[in-house]
C-alpha cells in the first residue's frame, strides 16, 4: 500500500538530524579543544544549530511535496476504483437478476482497492462482492418460493438486509476512504 512511504521519509529525516547533531556536537569539540574562549564557541556552535535547522526545514518540505504528490498522483485511479465499485453496488440493486458484469466489476474494484486503499478497504469491497452474490441466490429463490411457505419472510428479510447493505456502500466507502482521496496531507 502507497501509505506507507512515510516509513521512509521519516527514515530520512531521522539521518538528516542525527548527522546534523553529530556536525554539531563534533565542531563544539574542535572548538572546545582547539580553545577554552565560549566567543570561539559561539561561532561553531551557531552556524551548527542554524544548519541543523535548516536541514530540518528542507527535508520537512519534501516530506510535504511527496506527500502531496502521490495523493494527487492516485486521486484518478483511486476514484476510478471508488466510480466502479458504487456503480457495481448499485446495478446489483436494481431488476430481479444480479448482473455478471456487476460481479465482475466489485471484482475488480476489490482487487485494485489492494494495491490504492489498503486491506480494509479491499475486505469491505469482498465483503460487498459476497452480499451481492447472495442477493442473486436469494432472489433467484424468492422466484420460486410461494408467499405461503414459512421460509418466504426469512428470504425476504434475508433479501431486504443484503439490499441495505448494498445501498450503504456509496457512503461507507466515503467514509472509509476520506483520507486517501483528501488532498491536505500536512
Given at each position: 500500500?502507497?501509505?506507507?512511504?512515510?516509513?521512509?521519509?521519516?527514515?530520512?529525516?531521522?539521518?538528516?538530524?542525527?548527522?546534523a547533531?553529530?556536525?554539531?556536537?563534533?565542531?563544539?569539540?574542535?572548538?572546545?579543544?582547539?580553545?577554552?574562549?565560549?566567543?570561539?564557541?559561539?561561532?561553531?556552535?551557531?552556524?551548527?544549530?542554524?544548519?541543523?535547522?535548516?536541514?530540518?526545514?528542507?527535508?520537512?518540505?519534501?516530506?510535504?511535496?511527496h506527500?502531496?504528490k502521490?495523493?494527487?498522483?492516485?486521486?484518478?485511479?483511486?476514484?476510478a476504483?471508488?466510480?466502479?465499485?458504487?456503480?457495481?453496488?448499485?446495478?446489483?440493486?436494481?431488476?430481479?437478476?444480479i448482473?455478471?458484469?456487476?460481479?465482475?466489476?466489485?471484482?475488480?474494484a476489490?482487487?485494485?482497492?489492494?494495491?490504492l486503499?489498503?486491506?480494509?478497504?479491499?475486505?469491505?469491497?469482498?465483503?460487498?462482492?459476497?452480499r451481492?452474490?447472495?442477493?442473486?441466490?436469494?432472489?433467484?429463490?424468492?422466484?420460486?418460493?410461494?408467499?405461503?411457505?414459512?421460509?418466504?419472510?426469512?428470504?425476504?428479510?434475508?433479501?431486504?438486509?443484503?439490499?441495505?447493505?448494498?445501498?450503504?456502500?456509496?457512503?461507507?466507502?466515503?467514509?472509509?476512504?476520506?483520507?486517501?482521496?483528501?488532498?491536505?496531507?500536512?
Amino acid at each position: 500500500m502507497y501509505d506507507d512511504s512515510w516509513v521512509s521519509a521519516a527514515t530520512i529525516l531521522a539521518l538528516a538530524v542525527l548527522s546534523a547533531v553529530a556536525g554539531a556536537v563534533i565542531g563544539c569539540a574542535i572548538t572546545i579543544a582547539a580553545s577554552n574562549t565560549s566567543v570561539d564557541l559561539l561561532k561553531i556552535l551557531i552556524p551548527s544549530v542554524l544548519g541543523f535547522v535548516g536541514v530540518v526545514a528542507g527535508v520537512t518540505v519534501q516530506i510535504i511535496v511527496h506527500r502531496t504528490k502521490a495523493n494527487v498522483d492516485l486521486y484518478k485511479p483511486r476514484a476510478a476504483v471508488l466510480d466502479k465499485a458504487r456503480a457495481a453496488a448499485q446495478l446489483a440493486t436494481l431488476g430481479d437478476k444480479i448482473d455478471p458484469l456487476a460481479l465482475q466489476d466489485i471484482s475488480s474494484a476489490r482487487k485494485e482497492a489492494a494495491l490504492l486503499f489498503g486491506r480494509k478497504v479491499s475486505d469491505y469491497l469482498g465483503e460487498t462482492e459476497k452480499r451481492m452474490f447472495r442477493l442473486g441466490m436469494l432472489r433467484s429463490r424468492m422466484g420460486k418460493t410461494e408467499p405461503s411457505d414459512p421460509k418466504w419472510n426469512q428470504i425476504y428479510d434475508d433479501q431486504d438486509a443484503a439490499l441495505d447493505w448494498l445501498h450503504d456502500v456509496s457512503n461507507r466507502l466515503a467514509q472509509m476512504t476520506k483520507h486517501q482521496m483528501n488532498f491536505s496531507m500536512v
